[in-house]
């Protein structure tokens, strides 16, 4: 660690080739990233006075303080301390007559896309932090950094370091109520520099394994040809099993990952005092399910040991967005997977979940080799909701090009369109490959599953009507009448804040009479308005219990057609929309005995979840288009008449 000090502070340039390598403690993979510089020194202060001064404050410091003229570097061991000490003493404290500042100390290299957002009033609404954000730039991500301190604490990534430049200059002393927003660069792992290519000794070329595909964890080619996205095992254990899981010097953990072929990430010292730890299992299904049965056989043989006696149950911790379809209608997956296995599976409530900790504890109890029937069982269902997400992504993302999906926070907990990354439950991730819950220092849409951003995703549709200037469009979106309330919020702050967020025109229409059970919210703007309105307030109805845990939100929404384009949508002999249902999975309806509008237009309705409703908007809209265009060369490419003689 200290080699990397001394490059740091004294060959910057020899450092930068370093970057890329980092050390990996107890399942941690720590970065030099809690160093503070403190500036505004007096020439007279020494290394003495500065320990002195953290000791009075009781921040821990390294032994290793360097001091230069004016300005010092000092370590904390994590980023929970780096914080508390910035927030102690910056600008607030005079040491030998003069006022010292302190902040984080990142090279201008990694100066990029990563800012963190201190002192945030701890009642800020999502929405509104939400809002503010998306106003100097597409926001990647956002995750909360776990602190005592009595203000939250954010860690933000845009998409670009233009963005987060601007931000840093806008946001920084943003006056919100009595708070003041503190703001600093943090560092950017998607900065570093690639290490650089081996050359060899002899002839200067590269190296002859140069290009060749490497094996991956189970000894397969690494290359990209048929990737498959990682979808780790994520666990909760007990905090008196996490030392014999790690074993006397790590050796039984790395035995664990050697013979599973797996790599397995303890997140232990984090969430301090906590009865239970995750640990996040990468590997191919099989090296997952590997992994998970030693890990019980060792807690079930400490537990023996320690004498114990309490049965020990699997608990796998999973995205809220998936779980609903692990339960299946009515639960019967859940019962089926029980009845096959002999366990008895229960699934935390939705009330546990938090905008930060979107995921939901599965419980499994039963014996050892009952518990890891059913994990094999639970994990194929998780998989599978997930790659079916996957898939939505990328044909949402092709419907409407540069759509930035990771910015929306669309799904059940309110929260990013997938899973967050991999990490401690609700703080700060890690680096890492593939999945890196609490969003990810990568541009993987969350992180939390390794997804590229529908920003990175490559395009083909290069006639698109979308890549015209988007027209805007109008949709009659109905929810129950009890969630107009909660859509509101409390003098309409919320629906304000959706409607600048999303960049609609949001209104609720009055109730056709007292006892109406929907309401009618109408939503005007482009695509990727609609898109955003919609996505939140489908994600508002589940995050506000309108919706039970076993059931997806489904909503009805109409859009109107011109009369000349419903019988294209229908198809002939119902030909089109029955095509419409089985590509988007929503129920669409054109009722025949309509009478058009004073514009000639007709309602379509359509039933389903919010991808579902998404993909047959979007496919209804292109026959409109369609139709209008005929229309168009139609009119354009008609004979004029000729009057005859």
């Known amino acids: 660690f200290f080699f990397f000090f001394f490059l740091w502070v004294f060959s910057p340039s020899l450092l930068d080739s370093c970057l890329p390598i980092w050390f990996s403690i107890s399942g941690f993979s720590f970065w030099i990233m809690n ?43 994590d980023q929970n301390w780096a914080i508390k000490a910035i927030e102690t003493l910056s600008g607030k404290v005079e040491l030998h007559g003069k006022v010292i500042e302190v902040d984080y100390s990142v090279p201008k290299k990694l100066r990029s896309r990563r800012i963190q957002i201190r002192n945030i009033p701890p009642h800020l609404q999502w929405e509104v932090l939400d809002g503010l954000l998306a106003q100097y730039g597409s926001v990647e991500n956002v995750e909360q950094v776990n602190t005592d301190t009595e203000t939250a604490v954010v860690n933000v990534t845009y998409t670009t370091k233009e963005q987060a430049k601007v931000a840093i200059e806008k946001l920084t002393g943003h006056q919100f109520e009595d708070y003041a927003f503190r703001v600093s660069y943090i560092l950017d ?52 099993f996490v030392g014999a899981i790690i074993g006397k010097e790590g050796l039984t953990i790395k035995n664990v990952t050697k013979q599973t072929q797996s790599k397995v990430d303890i997140h232990r010292k984090e969430n301090a005092g906590a009865a239970e730890k995750p640990i996040t299992i990468h590997s191919t299904p099989e090296g997952t399910s590997s992994a998970c049965r030693m890990i019980m056989e060792i807690m079930e043989k400490e ?23 692990l339960i299946g209608k009515e639960g019967r997956n859940l019962k089926k997977i ?200 489908f994600g508002k109805l589940k995050e506000e219990n309108f919706f039970s845990p076993k059931e997806e939100v489904k909503l009805e929404t109409h859009i109107k057609v011109p009369s000349c384009a419903a019988g294209r949508v229908i198809g002939k002999g119902g030909k089109t929309v029955n095509e419409l249902q089985n590509l988007t999975s929503a129920e669409v309806i054109v009722p025949r005995d309509q009478t058009p509008d004073e514009n000639d237009e007709v309602f379509v309705k359509i039933i389903g979840h919010f991808f579902a409703s998404q993909t047959a908007q979007r496919k209804i809209r292109e026959i409109i288009q369609q139709v209008k265009q005929q229309e168009q060369k139609h009119q354009q490419g008609a004979p004029t008449p000729h009057l005859s003689k």
Do not use: W
Request: hydrophobic letters at 35%; proline letters at 10%.
């Open 303 to 325: 537990a023996s040991e320690t004498k114990a006696a309490e049965e020990i149950p699997l608990k796998i911790l999973a995205h809220n967005s998936l779980v609903g379809r």
């Open 338 to 537: 029980e009845q096959e296995t002999g366990t008895k599976i229960t699934i935390s409530s939705l009330q546990d979940l938090t905008i930060y900790n979107p995921e939901r504890t599965i419980t499994v109890k039963g014996s050892i080799e009952a518990c890891c029937k059913a994990e094999v069982e639970i994990m194929k269902k998780l998989r599978e909701a997930y790659e079916n997400d996957i898939a939505a992504i990328n044909q949402q993302a092709n419907l409407i090009p540069g759509l930035n999906l990771n910015a929306l926070g669309i799904f059940s907990t309110g929260l990013s369109v997938l899973p967050p990354s991999a990490g401690p439950r609700g703080a700060a991730p890690t680096p890492a490959t593939g999945y890196t819950p609490f969003l990810s220092h990568s541009s993987h849409l969350s992180g939390l599953y390794g997804v590229p951003p529908a920003s990175a995703i490559s395009h083909q549709h290069s006639a698109s009507i979308f890549q015209q200037a988007p027209e805007q469009e109008v949709a009659y979106l109905f929810i129950p009448t009890q969630a107009v309330g909660a859509l509101i919020g409390k003098k309409g702050h919320h629906i304000k804040q959706l409607a600048r967020f999303a960049g609609a025109s949001i209104r609720i229409t009055p109730a056709e009479g007292p006892d109406v059970t929907e309401r009618m919210v109408v939503i005007t703007g482009p695509p990727e308005a609609q898109f955003k309105a919609q996505g939140r307030i």
């Open 189 to 240: 792992v998607d900065a570093v520099p690639p290490a650089p290519v081996p050359r060899s000794r002899r002839t200067g070329r590269q190296s002859r394994d140069q290009g060749v595909p490497q094996p991956g964890p189970s000894g397969s080619p690494a290359g990209p040809r048929n990737k498959q996205h990682d979808f780790p095992l994520r666990m909760l254990v007990p905090t008196q």
């Open 35 to 77: 160093k503070l510089y403190i500036g505004n020194l007096s020439p007279s202060v020494t290394v003495e006075d500065l320990k002195q001064l953290f000791g009075e404050r009781k921040l821990p410091l390294a032994d290793q303080v360097l001091l230069k003229s004016g300005y010092a570097f000092v370590d904390f061991p």
